[in-house]
C-alpha cells in the first residue's frame, strides 16, 4: 500500500511472478485515476488509467481494479520482468487546481532475476 | 515529437540566489504544471496553468513564481533560494478533457536542484 514518508514500502517479486501494488485514496468525489512508473533519474510515465464509472480496466500485462466502497487502487503486473524494476505512484484526479493529479507517496518494485 | 523538456537538467544554487526553470512542450497541451518531489514523498504541485496567459497556485506555492507566456512554455522561478527547496522539479503538461475529468499527465525529465 502506500505511505508518506521517507521510506516507501517495497515490493519484491520474482521474475515472471506477477505482482500487486497497492494505493489507498483520500477523496470519494475522486472521477479519475492513473498509475504512473518511475524509473532512477526520469519522470513519471503513464501506465494506465480508470475512471471512476468503472471497476477494472487491462492494458498491457497490466490491469488496474478500483473499488469505490473503500477507496482502494491495485495495480496488477502479469509475468513480471526486470525492466518492471521501479517506483509505482497511483494519483487520484481532483477537479480544484485545474483537474489536479494528487499523487500517493509511492511503492517501489524489485524484480528479482 | 520531443514531448516535455526541461532545462537546466542539474543545478547548484546558493541561499539566495535566483534562477529561473524552463519547461516546454510541443504536443499543444493547454495545461502545464510544475510539481516538486522529495524523498519518500510523492509529487506535489506547486503552481499551475490552465493557459496561455494564466497561472494559478497549487499545494506548495511559497516561494516560487511563473509564468506561461507562450502556450509551449512554462517557466518555473525562485527570487532568492532556500535549502529548503533542494528537489527534483518536474514539469508535466495535458490536454483539455471532454465533459469528464481526463487529465494524463506527460512528464518531462526533472530538473535536480541542490540549494546550499
Known amino acids: 500500500g502506500e505511505s508518506v514518508g521517507l521510506h516507501l514500502p517495497t515490493l519484491s517479486v520474482q521474475e515472471g511472478d506477477n505482482s500487486i501494488i497497492n494505493c489507498a485514496y483520500s477523496?470519494?468525489?475522486?472521477?479519475?485515476f492513473i498509475w504512473y512508473k518511475q524509473e532512477s533519474g526520469k519522470g513519471p510515465q503513464f501506465i494506465i488509467d480508470?475512471?471512476?464509472?468503472?471497476d477494472k480496466r487491462q492494458g498491457q500485462r497490466v490491469t488496474v481494479l478500483l473499488n469505490k466502497t473503500v477507496k482502494h487502487l491495485s495495480l496488477q503486473i502479469a509475468a513480471t520482468q526486470p525492466g518492471d524494476s521501479a517506483v509505482y505512484f497511483c494519483a487520484e484526479n481532483r477537479k480544484e487546481y485545474g483537474n489536479k493529479l494528487v499523487f500517493g507517496a509511492g511503492t517501489i518494485l524489485r524484480v528479482k532475476s | 515529437n520531443a514531448g516535455v523538456t526541461q532545462t537546466p537538467k542539474f543545478r547548484v544554487l546558493k541561499t539566495g540566489q535566483s534562477m529561473t526553470l524552463l519547461c516546454a512542450q510541443d504536443?499543444?497541451?493547454?495545461?502545464m504544471y510544475w510539481y516538486r518531489q522529495d524523498p519518500g514523498m510523492g509529487l506535489r504541485l506547486i503552481h499551475y496553468s490552465v493557459g496561455e496567459g494564466t497561472t494559478a497556485k497549487g499545494e506548495v506555492p511559497d516561494g516560487y513564481n511563473v509564468s506561461r507566456l507562450k502556450k509551449q512554455n512554462f517557466l518555473l522561478g525562485l527570487e532568492s533560494a532556500a535549502p529548503s527547496q533542494t528537489s527534483v522539479y518536474f514539469c508535466?503538461?495535458?490536454?483539455?478533457?471532454?465533459?469528464?475529468?481526463?487529465?494524463?499527465?506527460?512528464f518531462g525529465p526533472g530538473t535536480r536542484l541542490t540549494v546550499l
Open positions: 477523496n470519494s468525489a475522486s472521477d479519475y
Open positions: 480508470i475512471r471512476s464509472n468503472m
Open positions: 508535466a503538461s495535458s490536454y483539455i478533457s471532454g465533459k469528464s475529468s481526463y487529465n494524463e499527465q506527460f
Open positions: 504536443m499543444n497541451h493547454e495545461y
